[in-house]
């Protein structure tokens, strides 16, 4: 089932990159698989100036991100940059790179100690996945210049426009969704963020390629979560409803629809 859901995404990856060439996906799953590097560090198949003009260009075109400047010491006008991958970036490297040998995925899965529940939050991350590449791809949508690729992941509900065939697959495709996202939710959690952490988990991909970390991100959840009780199926504590409420006053939102 693994290699069968690896091989569908790298194939559904090359379909909604269309700007992006062999060299270009070869570059990003070099940082998939090396991380926060220099581009000295990259290394394929072309000339280093080559993979270098490519790093300028896939930075300019938000796939990577710069992480870190150091400044020379004798030379305060120039520096040594370090780059890593961006949400888009890290959702373009899966079209030679498994999602699982991935430095973010691997990142993201790190604080989970239960290694069967770091299987279950993987193989819905593998599902999602699936299905939103296909929901993409069948649109007729490329990912290339979207800007907020966080928000398009999270919005792919509507089939409106497809035919009767691909709805009956997209129907497939979200019973295997469902029945991971439902597993999850089943689980024991400590903290019910750590199973929104998981579930939203190109949101915390994107936070974690930005330099949050893993503490930083489930205290953001409980600072600004503000309705999980629809997307969880758990009761919304006591701190969730002063957030509520005071949306409810301050802005006239009902929450609840």
């Given at each position: 089932?693994?290699?069968?859901?690896?091989?569908?995404?790298?194939s559904l990856t090359k379909d909604v990159f269309l700007l992006l060439d062999k060299h270009d996906f070869a570059i990003l799953n070099?940082?998939?698989?090396?991380?926060?590097?220099?581009?000295h560090k990259i290394i394929t198949t072309q000339d280093k100036k080559t993979v270098s003009k490519r790093i300028d260009i896939l930075?300019?075109?938000?796939?990577?991100?710069?992480?870190?400047?150091?400044?020379?010491?004798?030379?305060?006008?120039?520096?040594?940059?370090?780059?890593?991958?961006?949400?888009?970036?890290?959702?373009?490297?899966?079209?030679?790179?498994?999602?699982?040998?991935?430095?973010?995925?691997?990142?993201?899965?790190?604080?989970?100690?239960?290694?069967?529940?770091?299987?279950?939050?993987?193989?819905?991350?593998?599902?999602?996945?699936?299905?939103?590449?296909?929901?993409?791809?069948?649109?007729?949508?490329?990912?290339?210049?979207?800007?907020?690729?966080?928000?398009?992941?999270?919005?792919?509900?509507?089939?409106?426009?497809?035919?009767?065939?691909?709805?009956?697959?997209?129907?497939?495709?979200?019973?295997?969704?469902?029945?991971?996202?439902?597993?999850?939710?089943?689980?024991?959690?400590?903290?019910?963020?750590?199973?929104?952490?998981?579930?939203?988990?190109?949101?915390?991909?994107?936070d974690l390629a930005n330099g949050l970390s893993y503490s930083k991100i489930i205290k953001t959840w409980d600072e600004n979560m503000?309705?999980?009780?629809?997307?969880?199926?758990?009761?919304?504590?006591?701190?969730?409803?002063?957030?509520?409420?005071?949306?409810?006053?301050?802005?006239?939102?009902?929450?609840?629809?």
């Amino acid at each position: 089932m693994s290699i069968y859901q690896n091989k569908l995404i790298k194939s559904l990856t090359k379909d909604v990159f269309l700007l992006l060439d062999k060299h270009d996906f070869a570059i990003l799953n070099d940082f998939a698989v090396k991380g926060e590097v220099t581009r000295h560090k990259i290394i394929t198949t072309q000339d280093k100036k080559t993979v270098s003009k490519r790093i300028d260009i896939l930075f300019e075109r938000e796939f990577l991100i710069l992480r870190k400047s150091t400044p020379f010491r004798n030379q305060p006008h120039k520096s040594t940059k370090y780059f890593g991958l961006s949400l888009k970036g890290f959702l373009a490297s899966l079209r030679y790179c498994n999602i699982e040998d991935n430095y973010l995925t691997k990142k993201f899965l790190k604080e989970i100690k239960n290694k069967s529940l770091s299987k279950l939050i993987l193989d819905n991350m593998k599902n999602d996945l699936i299905r939103n590449l296909s929901y993409t791809f069948f649109m007729g949508i490329t990912l290339d210049k979207i800007k907020n690729i966080h928000s398009w992941i999270g919005e792919l509900h509507e089939l409106a426009g497809f035919s009767d065939k691909d709805i009956i697959n997209f129907e497939i495709m979200d019973d295997s969704c469902n029945q991971t996202f439902n597993e999850l939710r089943e689980q024991d959690f400590d903290n019910p963020n750590i199973l929104y952490y998981a579930i939203q988990w190109y949101s915390s991909i994107d936070d974690l390629a930005n330099g949050l970390s893993y503490s930083k991100i489930i205290k953001t959840w409980d600072e600004n979560m503000y309705n999980v009780e629809p997307i969880l199926g758990i009761d919304v504590s006591e701190s969730y409803q002063k957030i509520i409420d005071k949306f409810k006053k301050e802005f006239k939102m009902d929450l609840t629809k």
